[in-house]
């Protein structure tokens, strides 16, 4: 992974990461807090020789007595030491219990041995220090004492006596905060990574990236009112979600600008990501575009259209499949533009079986002659096989994705069942994108220059390649492209034909 993509993880797990910092510092601080002070003290003692002569004897004995004071690091705790300080002091321990207490530890290259003992009351610590210091000095008398009599070579002295410490020398609170915060903080990036990597859902642009080629066609603004108010109308012109659409729109345009089919199928993996509501709305935007476009629902399983729109749905795609009526009489017009909806009529027993008929495919190329677009909403392609069967019928199909719903083998598996079929993938719409946040769909840094070459070669091979640089020139500013791109179609024969119903 970039760089980037680690900066995204991090902040989109950056609540996580905090609060384990806010746990590792507050494990900390009750661990001081509730941590006994310790105290230490310490006093260091200055090893010589006893007997004096030439620089050369001088030097001898210093180096004897460098390589007698390791020694003396080990004698200190030994019970030879500590047992006399125990009797003395009148402690109640044993004398590996006091080793424990005591460390001993000598410069190197030096003759200075430093004695130090932790303990809980200073004053005792100072004590303990101070006895074991004597203590050292009489045992090395006494095991340096030549065998036939006589003085010891060497003469060990205190030069800085033990005293009482005043401040505790444990717990450290400030080392204990920064090595809790570090130790949060490392979790906190350890949990963020695994759970990164756990996470198999579909959560921005970059994740469709890396399981397609298709392109993106546009992300669709996250609306928690959605549910609420689910067509475009409902909701302010200038509402993020309603610029998604218009955005969608002119996308669409480029990515069907070859075909010479009309018709646009929208499907998901599963149900509960969007579809029914991106297929109403994209109509309904291109109808207030100035075309006049057929909505079909085709979810004969679970049909949303008719109750989105609030039109009659007992007649209309399987009256008209089943002959029962002709499709003109069944097509309901909505709204003060150029939008009809064929609503899907009676839940039949054999969905399948009537969207891959004969049949299906003559009404689509019918509504095709009608009008200059044809917007299906079909059902999802994992549950059932409504949407495979279908999709061989239309010009292209536009796979809808629910951002933070579907999971990528999901997805994988829906594309893969799309390609078994020969169908046309336009491209991926994300469905409820965050606005802000790391998973925010980049609108204005989307063009074509990302599109698969698959889909290159389509746009090469039409005749009107200018549009693509207009694209590119205008994706910081729709308002402005589309003023751009009416008057181009002003110029141009539409690749829409206007046939009014």
């Not at 298709?214 to 603004?221: D, H, M, S």
């Not at 999802?380 to 719903?405: F, S, Y």
Request: hydrophobic share 45%.
């Amino acid at each position: 992974m970039e760089v980037r993509e680690y900066l995204r993880i991090l902040r989109r797990n950056w609540i996580i990461i905090v609060a384990l910092c806010m746990v590792g510092l507050l494990g900390a601080g009750t661990a001081s807090v509730l941590s006994k002070p310790v105290y230490t003290a310490e006093t260091k003692l200055f090893v010589a020789t006893q007997t004096s002569g030439t620089a050369q004897d001088l030097n001898l004995g210093n180096t004897f007595i460098q390589a007698r004071v390791a020694s003396y690091v080990q004698t200190a705790t030994t019970p030879t030491v500590l047992q006399p300080v125990i009797d003395t002091l009148g402690l109640n321990l044993s004398a590996e219990q006091l080793a424990a207490k005591v460390k001993a530890s000598s410069d190197l290259k030096t003759v200075l041995l430093s004695i130090s003992v932790d303990d809980g009351s200073p004053v005792q610590a100072a004590a303990i220090a101070q006895a074991v210091a004597n203590s050292l000095i009489a045992a090395v008398d006494v095991l340096e004492k030549p065998r036939d009599g006589g003085v010891s070579p060497v003469r060990v002295s205190v030069v800085t006596p033990a005293t009482a410490p005043a401040i505790p020398s444990a717990p450290n609170v400030k080392t204990n905060l920064a090595l809790g915060l570090v130790v949060g903080l490392a979790l906190g990036i350890g949990v963020a990574l695994l759970r990164t990597t756990l996470d198999n859902r579909v959560r921005s642009e970059s994740d469709i990236h890396r399981l397609t080629d298709a392109p993106v066609l546009g992300g669709i603004a996250f609306d928690q009112d959605a549910t609420k108010s689910p067509l475009i109308t409902q909701i302010s012109v200038q509402s993020p979600r309603a610029e998604s659409f218009r955005q969608l729109r002119t996308n669409l345009q480029f990515a069907h600008v070859s075909h010479t089919s009309r018709t646009l199928l929208f499907t998901s993996s599963l149900p509960g990501e969007g579809k029914s509501t991106t297929a109403t709305n994209l109509a309904i935007s291109m109808a207030q575009a100035g075309q006049s476009v057929a909505l079909i629902d085709a979810d004969l399983r679970r049909p949303m259209v008719s109750e989105y729109l609030g039109l009659e749905g007992n007649a209309g795609l399987t009256t008209a499949l089943v002959g029962d009526a002709d499709v003109e009489d069944l097509l309901q017009p909505w709204g003060e533009h150029g939008l009809h909806v064929l609503t899907s009529g009676m839940i039949p027993p054999n969905p399948s079986e009537l969207l891959g008929s004969e049949a299906m495919k003559k009404l689509i190329a019918r509504l095709e002659q009608m009008f200059d677009a044809v917007v299906i909403d079909a059902p999802p392609l994992l549950p059932v096989t409504d949407a495979a069967v279908l999709a061989q019928h239309v010009g292209g199909v536009v796979m809808v994705v629910g951002c933070h719903k579907a999971r990528q083998p999901e997805v994988t598996k829906s594309l893969g069942t799309l390609e078994l079929v020969n169908a046309d993938v336009l491209g991926i719409v994300l469905n409820r994108v965050p606005v802000k946040g790391p998973d925010a769909y980049a609108y204005s840094y989307y063009s074509y220059d990302s599109v698969p070459a698959a889909s290159s070669s389509r746009a090469k091979k039409s005749s009107q390649p200018s549009r693509h640089s207009v694209f590119k020139a205008s994706a910081g500013s729709p308002h402005e492209f589309e003023q751009v791109l009416h008057g181009q179609r002003m110029a141009e024969p539409n690749h829409f034909p206007v046939k009014k119903p």
